[in-house]
């Protein structure tokens, strides 16, 4: 028997009034109360809620409340709100904050609040196995009671507040998926915007690149004077002018005399386009002896004496020894892309070069009648005998060539070494081949060489 037991037996009058006691101090709505509202503060904010412990003395469950001593340092209401007022006038507005440091901050409040309802479960339950101590049984029955009760709305709150949690986190979650894809999306679209408009931009670079190489692919084939040229050119007028030292008035000077130069060499190529006598020249005593089948026109050029005397010469055949002035169709057409032109000079000379012209691609209709693979043979003509058959034992080769219809309207080509030393006053021209067209068109043949002296002419 317990000594409470034996209390009550002992002095019934006092039990029954502890009995009493009992019964009004320890109402059910009484204690429920208490306890929800200790838990709801707690739960609510355990910062700022003063200290609530129970406590039990074996007897009774009685409520203890801890107040904070107050602090005479704390500032007043007015001046909080005075201070407040200050402090957000000084501050400036603050940007919105990023979504994800949002989602951060709800998931941390939460929890807090789960990390304190834990707290408070905790602290049930070491209550309830403290009041197993008790030895009051009806007072154990009561508050045991009371707390089992207390126990399960905790629980069923904190389950509550967990879904409440996990369907906010689900929210967000769902949130932050539409965006990134939105995200994406927007990034897809513009990366392929981005790549097209790249894409033109480097097919206008590979253009400009092309044209470009074009441009200095043409620089290069011009024919710029060179270092060494110009040396040349500054020796010759020095030695003309006898300066050594070079200035501002020397170099005024070396310019009017580069104008000088120029001006000449542009009247020397200007008197028949080579700045190189023509020993050929028709003018000048040069002729036509001989040449293949002319092409007939559907105009009627050529003469019915050529049709009739293969062996006779054509009018038209003077056309390559006279001066064209680039004017399309001034030459002589030969039948097919094979023939040959025989041509008596003006005088022995030593040979040096000849001169194949065509007319010039800027003016030209069409320019496949140009002959292509070419030979040019020349002898001495020995004026006493007439047959041509004996001539041709004598000639030898000048030179062979390709005439480029790519390049210059006007070819000249050197003759070969071993031919240079023998003098000649008679040429063959032979071509094998034209560009294209059923008959040849040659439009001017210059020879170019110097006259032999004497003891030359004798050996």
């Avoid at 609530?52 to 005479?72: E, Y």
Wanted: with cysteine; glycine share 6%.
């Amino acid at each position: 028997m317990s000594a409470s037991t034996v209390s009550i037996t002992a002095n019934p009058a006092s039990g029954s009034a502890r009995r009493r006691a009992v019964e009004k101090k320890q109402p059910s709505d009484l204690a429920d109360s208490n306890l929800a509202t200790a838990a709801a503060a707690a739960a609510a904010d355990p910062i700022s809620t003063p200290n609530i412990s129970f406590r039990s003395d074996g007897r009774d469950a009685i409520q203890v409340v801890k107040k904070p001593l107050p602090n005479t340092n704390a500032p007043t209401s007015s001046t909080r709100r005075a201070s407040g007022s200050a402090a957000a006038a000084k501050k400036p507005s603050k940007p919105p904050k990023p979504r994800w440091l949002t989602v951060v901050s709800v998931f941390t409040k939460n929890l807090l609040l789960l990390l304190v309802l834990v707290g408070l479960i905790q602290m049930v339950r070491r209550l309830v196995m403290n009041s197993n101590n008790v030895n009051d049984s009806d007072g154990l029955a009561v508050i045991s009671g009371d707390f089992e009760g207390k126990f399960a709305e905790m629980e069923s709150f904190v389950k509550k507040t967990t879904k409440m949690m996990q369907v906010q986190i689900e929210v967000i979650d769902r949130k932050l998926d539409s965006g990134i894809r939105s995200v994406r999306d927007e990034l897809s679209v513009k990366v392929a915007e981005k790549g097209e408009e790249l894409e033109l931009k480097l097919k206008e670079v590979s253009g400009r690149t092309e044209n470009l190489e074009k441009l200095m692919s043409e620089f290069r084939e011009k024919d710029w004077v060179s270092k060494d040229e110009l040396d040349n050119l500054f020796e010759e007028y020095r030695k003309t002018k006898g300066d050594t030292e070079f200035d501002d008035k020397s170099l005024d000077e070396f310019r009017a005399y580069a104008r000088e130069v120029v001006e000449k060499e542009i009247e020397k190529h200007a008197a028949d386009g080579l700045g190189r006598v023509d020993y050929a020249l028709a003018s000048g005593g040069g002729h036509v002896v001989k040449h293949s089948e002319p092409f007939i026109t559907k105009s009627g050029g050529g003469d019915v004496w050529s049709l009739l005397n293969r062996n006779a010469v054509s009018n038209d055949a003077q056309r390559i020894l006279t001066p064209s002035f680039g004017e399309p169709g001034q030459c002589f057409p030969l039948k097919g892309d094979r023939g040959f032109v025989q041509i008596r000079l003006r005088t022995s000379i030593i040979p040096e070069a000849v001169t194949l012209e065509h007319v010039a691609k800027s003016v030209a209709y069409d320019r496949s009648s140009a002959p292509k693979n070419c030979r040019i043979s020349g002898w001495l003509h020995d004026k006493k005998e007439t047959d041509l058959a004996a001539d041709s034992e004598k000639m030898f080769l000048l030179t062979e060539f390709i005439y480029d219809l790519d390049k210059s309207n006007a070819q000249t080509f050197n003759v070969l070494e071993s031919a240079g030393s023998s003098a000649i006053d008679t040429i063959r021209f032979d071509f094998t081949s034209n560009h294209g067209m059923p008959h040849t068109c040659i439009y001017r043949l210059r020879v170019h060489g110097r006259e032999p002296n004497s003891l030359v002419m004798q050996s």
